[in-house]
């Protein structure tokens, strides 16, 4: 059962990474993501609101809302 304890190994090492789940105004302007699903910034979203992952959001060269410090 080497490979289950690697498996769980992996699993805890994901969840204490960027992982984080973000969101995104799905626009095609949207260069910004949100730790918060209620933040202003996204409240005047016309478009879709897609979660993600902190890691994903930033590798699309999105960056940090500034409405959130
Ligand atoms: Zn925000």
Known sequence: MKSLSLILLLLTNIA?????????CDSEGGKKYHFEKTCRGLS???HKIIETTL??????????????K
């Open 55 to 68: 890691d994903k959001a930033k590798s699309q060269g999105k960056t940090r809302c500034g409405w959130e």
């Open 16 to 24: 204490c990474s960027e992982t984080k789940s973000v969101y995104l």
């Open 44 to 46: 005047n979203c016309q």
